[in-house]
């Protein structure tokens, strides 16, 4: 078991990530609404309500409003996983996971209706009927065929993520394919500037349509290429140390340059890439398992496939590149004097750092740990002193999960209601702060118990360690 890191005083570092004001979702959010408001209002100017004459007409006209809003959808998503700070931290990955899939979902049905209505529209009164108008103008206008292989790859990518499929496939081939929706976003584009009047129809539309695509293209370069090169080559990175916590469990602690000014929190995870070979191509989500100290930076393992059991296995200065950090599983987010720390199996790093971070005092923190068997629980004896040292209660919730899956205790507590076992435990969790992490199934009970124990919305906080 590796050495208690402990840190008594709060260090200046820990304070640079701070969490941005609510509103800022909110202003996010509105200037989402309104950049869709503004492609309606643009068609309705290039005489979208009145262009329903003749039954081609009509049908066209809609069809190009739903390409134009697939245009728009498509674009504020890249901007949306674009890793912009002041947006990931206004939302947290979780969110932004789950609005990404609605938007995704939103957008691919937009671009079929855009296809259906446009060809359907065209064909009306040509005597070709739909599959020849459609074959005529891939063929013979421009930009068209680019548009179709960008649509095939929406499509693919939006295939490849039905749960279905997405669990037939390794995660590195279904990520690999993702990116291909990037391609998507970017074959549109020549069949809007050449075929799609809306697009010059104004000096409005061309400046508004022209913005959007270099925002994206902006954002993805230097919030997702040039800030993660940056900040791996200043801090310079190299393993400096690996622990087994246990069979299966790896610690890798890292040393770097000026890593007193890398503004990470204890709580927040990085991506990470070991350049050990083979190591160099994938890119894997682990949370800081310690506070980081201005010195150094830990994260610990699981071993559950081929890149998290290769860290067992780094060699001492072995080079790191580090995108990041992400999440709001940090102190800076807390609404209460008081916190309820949850985790379930591996979930207890960002935890345990955490518990490093968050104010000491008498029962100011409380620690869950759910495992399914003591011989699962990881870095228990530094859980234990540094709780010890920061007068923090930690409590192990040990057994198997029962077969329902929808309640997060063990099956030898069945008896016991979900909240009112929180309640127990936690006899004021309404007047704390919750963190959770976990699986994401046993978090959605842990959440839902939380919020029946009476625990409000914006003082529960979660990371999923799964996308
Ligand atoms: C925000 C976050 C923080 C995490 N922190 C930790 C941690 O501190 N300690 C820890 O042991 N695990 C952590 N994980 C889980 C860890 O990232 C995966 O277990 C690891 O990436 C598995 O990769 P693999 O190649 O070994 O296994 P695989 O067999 O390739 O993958 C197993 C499962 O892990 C997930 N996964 C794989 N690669 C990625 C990836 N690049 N991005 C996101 N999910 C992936 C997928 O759900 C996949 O089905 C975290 C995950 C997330 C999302």
Known sequence: MSAVIARDSRTPWSTVTRPPARWWRDASAAFAWAVVLFVVALWVSGGGLTDFGALGDGLTNVGRLAGLLASALILLQVLLLARIPIVEQAWGQDELARVHRLVGFTSFTLILTHIGLVMVGYSVGTGVGVVGTFLDEVLHSPGMLLALAGALALVMVVVTSVKMARRRLRYESWHLLHLYAYLGAGLALPHQLWSGADFRASTASTVFWWGLYGAALASVLI??????????????????????????????????????????????????????????????????????????????????????????????????????????????????????????????????????????????????????????????????SLAASRGARVTAVVGHRQLSGDSWLPVEASHVDDAEALRRIVPDIAERDVYVCGAPAWMDAVIAAARSAGVPEEAIHHERFSY
Request: charged share 20%; net charge positive.
């Open 223 to 384: 919030f997702r290429v040039a800030v993660p090169l940056a900040r791996s080559l200043r801090h310079r990175l190299v393993v400096s140390e690996v622990v087994a916590e246990s069979p299966t469990v790896t610690s890798v602690v890292l040393t770097g340059r000026n890593l007193h000014r890398l503004p990470v929190r204890a709580g927040q995870f990085f991506q990470w890439r070991f350049l050990d070979g083979a190591g160099w191509s994938r890119a894997n989500p682990y949370s800081l398992s310690a506070a980081p100290d201005g010195h150094s930076l830990r994260l610990t393992v699981e071993g559950v496939g081929d890149s998290s059991e290769r860290l067992g296995g780094l060699r001492p200065g072995t080079r790191v590149l580090v995108e990041g950090p992400y999440g709001r599983l940090h102190a800076g987010v807390r609404t209460r004097e008081k916190s309820v720390l949850i985790g379930a199996g591996i979930g207890i790093t960002p935890l345990r750092a955490l518990l490093e971070e968050l104010p000491p005092g008498p029962d100011a923190t409380v620690l869950i740990y759910r495992v399914g068997s003591r011989d699962d629980l990881v870095l228990s004896e530094e859980l234990v």
